[in-house]
């Protein structure tokens, strides 16, 4: 058996009584992982679902989610990660495109499954779990049980699609990012090697993000990879995070995005008590901060903390990545703004507009190379040849180079605001705003603007009731250039973020447009 599934063997083997899932419902051990997954395979096979079908996951992390993957990559099934947190029109127009002939389902969205519109969508088969089964669905438990617990036997090679997650649609329609069975394993194998970093010995990762997304996934795969245990849960919560990180022994914190861990922080009855088995978190998808730094060496003494950057066309967080120390953080404080050093197999360029290179501190686009960057989009040559060329991808986001080698994330090239002719990037202005004392969180958006083209607008999450927009617009006159600073404001209660925890700007505008405010109104009584 070639790929992931090999690893989980190996692991059954010698760690059959060793946790490998755990959720707040309940824990899976390593021989009955391989045993459940092995049963589900053969019955998935038996109803016609051979190599190269696709089943559609709409699930949040539970153990059931992880058994049905793993059991779909035994059969040689593609899985297809849809977001569950897409609406009823969105679901049906994804489960076509992806060509499913099965989906696999949580209880929390039977309504949405068995309400979607089902003309022309090919499925044959819907399976859930947790209770009775609708009428014509199949139920997960009564498969694994009738299914034979050999290995299936199919020949899985490296060549063959693994999975397909979809992208945020942070550029518009979300698009199906294909993985083989070489860039899955390769990609677990990868992040297994940095495991020297923070050697223990055994892990247990508590992870929050969603497992149809890359970063989820990614805490899944390296788990499995180092017969290690992964706890999932949906959300962050203190008490939840409190007993799951105290009955698993939990080594690592998988945090998307960072401001997450203010929530452990503020929660007081979280903050009293005392963590020592955890001595390693990877906080990505958003900005960090000192503050957040700071917060998390406050909780747990010692431990050591990761950034990276990533994408979902090449596995997550495989290209930059930076370990933080309080010394190095003493040492040298910009180096939070960082996104890291290169990582392992990997190559990266920053060009111009016209594809020359980048001078050293120039703003340029990047491109990556490496054996994690996707086959393609799903039945989408188009889009794929926009990215795709001469083996290189490019990412559409913008970054520097300094004098130590490190990489700085300025923004996405389409994000950038565009005012009165010169060109501001929303998370230098974030990062300064997010120093502010009485700002938790905030997101700068471009709005249209009959002067400047475009204006600098602010949302801002308030760490209290007590905000005063006019000291932040105060101490941003001081901060900024004029050009930079926020000609405009809101205050929210949180951010709207999609799924892989990026701040989701047009839904910031949608929903925020009429609510912005003008620095003249907010400083008449300045």
């Not at 602010?458 to 000609?487: E, I």
């Amino acid at each position: 058996m070639y790929g992931i599934c090999s690893l989980l063997r190996k692991a059954a083997r010698y760690y059959p009584d060793r946790t490998a899932l755990a959720d707040p419902s309940g824990a899976v051990s390593y021989a009955e992982f391989e045993d459940r997954t092995n049963r589900l395979a053969n019955s998935l096979i038996a109803l016609g679902l051979g190599k190269g079908s696709r089943i559609g996951f709409v699930c949040d992390n539970c153990n059931e989610f992880s058994v049905m993957w793993f059991a779909a990559q035994k059969a040689g099934i593609v899985t297809v990660l849809l977001n569950y947190r897409m609406t009823r029109e969105e679901l049906s127009r994804d489960v076509r495109r992806a060509g499913c002939r099965a989906l696999f389902y949580a209880p929390k969205w039977r309504d949405i499954i068995l309400g979607r519109d089902t003309s022309g969508s090919g499925v044959e088969h819907q399976i859930t779990f947790g209770g009775v089964a609708p009428n014509g669905h199949l139920c997960l438990d009564e498969l694994t049980a009738s299914g034979s617990p050999e290995p299936p036997g199919v020949d899985i090679c490296e060549t063959d699609w693994s999975t397909i997650l979809y992208t945020s649609g942070s550029t518009g329609l979300s698009k199906g990012v294909i993985r083989t069975q070489r860039m899955i394993y390769d990609y677990a194998m990868q992040m297994a090697a940095e495991h020297e970093f923070y050697k223990t010995e055994h892990i247990s990762i508590l992870s929050h993000s969603p497992l149809f997304h890359t970063g989820g996934l990614s805490m899944l795969l390296k788990s499995v990879a180092l017969c290690g245990t992964y706890v999932g849960v949906n959300g962050v919560e203190p008490d939840v995070y409190a007993e799951l990180i105290r009955k698993y022994s939990v080594t690592q914190l998988f945090l998307v995005p960072p401001v997450n861990i203010m929530r452990l922080y503020n929660d007081e009855s979280f903050r009293r008590q005392s963590f020592g088995s955890v001595n390693f978190i990877w906080a990505t998808g958003g900005k960090l901060s000192t503050e957040y730094v700071q917060a998390m060496q406050e909780l747990f003494p010692g431990v050591r903390i990761k950034t990276s950057y990533g994408g979902t066309e090449f596995c997550a967080a495989c290209s930059m990545s930076l370990y933080f120390t309080r010394e190095l953080l003493e040492q040298q404080p910009d180096i939070v703004d960082s996104a890291g050093w290169i990582g392992q197999f990997i190559d990266v360029r920053i060009v111009r507009d016209d594809g020359t290179e980048a001078a050293p501190g120039e703003p340029g686009e990047l491109l990556v190379s490496s054996p994690f960057v996707m086959l393609g989009y799903l039945d989408d040559p188009g889009e794929t040849g926009k990215v795709l060329h001469d083996g290189w991808y490019s990412t559409g986001d913008v970054f520097r180079i300094d004098e130590r080698g490190l990489f700085f994330f300025l923004d996405r090239k389409s994000a950038m605001i565009k005012t009165g002719g010169e060109n501001v990037y929303p998370n230098e202005v974030e990062s300064v705003l997010r120093e502010h004392p009485d700002i938790v969180d905030c997101a700068v958006v471009g709005l249209p603007d009959p002067k400047w083209g475009e204006a600098v607008a602010a949302a801002v999450v308030p760490n209290s009731d007590s905000l005063d927009l006019r000291k932040v617009v105060a101490y941003t006159r001081q901060k900024l250039a004029g050009f930079k600073k926020p000609l405009y404001y809101t205050v929210l209660p949180d951010l709207p973020r999609m799924g892989s925890g990026k701040i989701d700007r047009r839904a910031l505008l949608d929903e925020a447009k009429y609510r912005f405010t003008g620095i003249d109104e907010i400083c008449r009584e300045l």
